[in-house]
T-cell receptor, first 115, second 116 residues
Framework: KNQVEQSPQSLIILEGKNCTLQ??????????LRWYKQDTGRGPVSLTI?????NTKSNGRYTATLDADTKQSSLHITASQLSDSASYIC??????????????FGAGTRLAVHP | DGGITQSPKYLFRKEGQNVTLSCEQN?????MYWYRQDPGQGLRLIYY???????QKGDIAEGYSVSREKKESFPLTVTSAQKNPTAFYLC???????????????FGEGSRLTVL
């Protein structure tokens, strides 16, 4: 069964510190892997997207990495800010899925950045 | 500005009532989706539509209904048959590249439904 597992479930860090969120998946083959940020009570917003052939993608202080051999992705946040407090969701698109109706979502990691 | 608008933001329903959540997009996207989000779970697909006047069931369609009479609109009705409707509902849309729906998936701001 295709699955996307994220860890940790929740994380508390101090402002200015770095952190890394993990995403393990069993989806194979896959077309792309995305990271979304979801503020509480809001819709998710895309941070990065990587195809199966890419290893890393950056968006400002957010850097996503992908290891297709171990089926792992990570999202690294540098110099965290209070506004980084949100849930971060990993999403995998199976290859040959024919559309976004086959997206597989992780449950997310809830990050809290404290002053 | 282009985007997806969901309404209402908060909705309360008594047991036995049907309620309809609105989703409108002005991105000229062909495909639209409804997801349900529960605490500790990944988003689950309720219904999706890749073209006007056509829609397909997702993984958890029971107790829900949709229509796609216009490209811009994809309303979701939560019927009384849905046994546990309290959740956060997200509408999304995506564009098309050639014949394949691809590109970025854009989400609305969500609607929180609470059953009293």
């Amino acid at each position: 069964k295709n699955q996307v597992e994220q860890s940790p479930q929740s994380l508390i860090i101090l402002e200015g510190k770095n952190c890394t969120l993990q995403c393990n998946y069993t989806v194979s083959p896959f077309s792309n892997l995305r990271w979304y940020k979801q503020d509480t009570g809001r819709g998710p917003v895309s941070l990065t997207i990587m195809t199966f052939s890419e290893n890393t993608k950056s968006n400002g202080r957010y850097t996503a990495t992908l290891d297709a051999d171990t089926k792992q992705s990570s999202l690294h946040i540098t110099a965290s800010q209070l506004s980084d407090s949100a849930s971060y969701i990993c999403v995998v698109t199976p290859r040959f899925s024919g559309g976004y109706n086959k997206l597989i979502f992780g449950a997310g990691t809830r990050l809290a950045v404290h002053p | 500005d282009g985007g997806i608008t969901q309404s209402p933001k908060y909705l309360f329903r008594k047991e036995g009532q049907n309620v309809t959540l609105s989703c409108e997009q002005n991105l000229n996207h062909d495909a639209m989706y409804w997801y349900r989000q529960d605490p500790g779970q990944g988003l689950r697909l309720i219904y999706y539509s890749q073209i006007v006047n056509d829609f397909q069931k997702g993984d958890i369609a029971e107790g829900y209904s949709v229509s796609r009479e216009k490209k811009e609109s994809f309303p979701l009705t939560v019927t009384s048959a849905q046994k546990n409707p309290t959740a956060f509902y997200l509408c999304a849309s995506s564009g098309k590249l050639g014949r394949v729906v691809t590109g970025e998936l854009f989400f609305g701001e969500g609607s929180r439904l609470t059953v009293l």
